[in-house]
């Protein structure tokens, strides 16, 4: 099943009839702007990890990374316009403050990764490491899992199963299933076999292994946090040549609650990283960090610049979101209240046989929802019926997974005690219904 489709599962097609908003948007953005929810919802205001309709009504927001430290934290908000009114500007100019952050950045990785450049989001980061693996290895292979997604510039499209199918993707790419730890009695061995078989294959083609790029939770598969997966596939993949890339754009910062990067939780050093979203609680900012030696075919030989990548707003962003996971200790909070989320889900899951599995680590959980629990076959209706359930209850998630049927629950780092009551409350009501 395609991303498309599993946005389709929650959006809303309209005349504009019912909201003349629905209409004017349609007009001017085009039927490829798809909304969430049977009904949309119309969002004017958030704080923390609320947000507010136009009719005032507040939503719990379980679903929102990007603005990974909350909604319009004021350390955010006052480090953004601080910066903003005094200058902006792009990288050909010295400026202290993508040094600073630069710096501050890398502490937070293995002392192997030693250098970072900037982009504007995670699509076009996930591009510049695509290019500097393949300067690297001088091989154009690329292994993903059979989900996955890693953006939509044309190269990254290429490489996102989840846009698509496998008659859409690159002929240099193949596709391998998630560490599927519901569904395998060992997904870590699958796993390894299944890469090993699409090295084979890349290498009998002439084409040769470049990478394999990994979302190291799955988020797009489903949410497999299994930290014993990674290590065998990437010794595969370096033993003929290639590299492994880190996408850490939704595992990254404090988020699986363990560490600062879901690498770390594999026991693997990345040989590339790339990260986006988070890092500016909703300013344009992105990055790709990398080995000094896998960047330097790259960096020698092309001279990159991206005008808005790393600008001083940009930068300014990134260090209060920094100031803030460290301040306000947000690794232990993801681990502790993401530890009560899932047992809490796990307690009502023994109750309802729809619900398969809960799963996850920090503040990223799946609930697999399922038509037969013994056979584990995936309920794609029943998934969306709970989304838009739990919106008309004024709770947002939404789901992940080849058949669309995983809720995907990802809510702000700042997710409190509080919000967890909230939450399973009206996952139990929704569920009643």
Not at 209 to 223: E, K, P, Q, R
Not at 333 to 357: K, Y
């Amino acid at each position: 099943m395609s991303f498309s489709n599993i946005m389709d599962s929650n959006s809303y097609t309209a005349d504009g009839d019912d909201d003349p908003l629905i209409g004017a948007r349609e007009r001017v953005l085009g039927p490829a702007n798809r909304l969430f929810y049977d009904r949309p919802v119309h969002l004017v205001r958030g704080l923390g990890s609320h947000v507010f309709d136009a009719d005032g009504v507040r939503y719990l927001d379980a679903y929102n990374n990007v603005v990974s430290v909350g909604h319009c934290h004021p350390h955010v908000v006052d480090a953004v316009m601080q910066q903003i009114s005094t200058l902006n500007t792009h990288t050909r100019y010295l400026h202290r403050g993508i040094v600073d952050y630069s710096e501050r950045l890398l502490a937070t990785m293995p002392e192997e990764i030693d250098q970072v450049m900037y982009a504007c989001t995670g699509s076009e980061v996930n591009d510049l490491a695509l290019r500097v693996a393949e300067m690297y290895t001088d091989a154009t292979g690329v292994i993903v899992t059979r989900d996955a997604y890693h953006g939509n510039t044309t190269a990254v499209m290429a490489i996102s199963p989840s846009l698509g199918d496998a008659t859409t993707l690159a002929p240099h790419v193949r596709t391998v299933p998630p560490p599927d730890s519901y569904r395998s009695a060992d997904a870590a061995a699958q796993f390894a076999a299944d890469v090993a078989a699409a090295v084979d294959d890349l290498s009998q083609n002439g084409i040769g292994v470049s990478c394999l790029i990994a979302d190291t939770i799955f988020s797009s598969d489903g949410i497999y946090p299994d930290p014993s997966v990674l290590a065998p596939t990437v010794d595969i993949v370096r033993r003929h040549g290639g590299v492994f890339i880190a996408d850490e754009v939704q595992p990254g910062f404090v988020r699986t609650g363990e560490t600062m990067w879901g690498f770390d939780r594999h026991g693997v050093i990345p040989d590339i990283v790339t990260m986006a979203k988070p890092m500016g609680n909703g300013l344009p900012v992105a990055a790709m960090a990398a080995r000094d030696h896998v960047l330097r075919p790259f960096a020698v030989r092309v001279p990159y610049f991206n005008t808005y990548a790393g600008n001083p707003v940009s930068m300014a962003a990134a260090a209060a979101v920094l100031d803030v996971i460290e301040h306000e200790n947000l690794l232990a909070n993801a681990a502790e209240v993401g530890a009560v989320l899932r047992t809490e889900l796990s307690r009502i899951a023994e109750d309802d046989p729809r619900l398969g599995d809960v799963r996850g680590a920090g503040l990223y959980v799946g609930v697999e929802v399922v038509s037969d629990a013994d056979a584990k076959t995936p309920d794609r209706a029943g998934a969306r019926a709970l989304v838009n359930a739990m919106r008309e209850r004024h709770v947002l998630i939404s789901v992940c997974g080849h058949d669309g049927n995983v809720l995907k629950i990802r809510p702000p780092l700042v997710f409190s005690m509080a919000d967890v009551d909230w939450f399973c409350s009206e996952f139990t009501a929704a569920l009643a219904v």
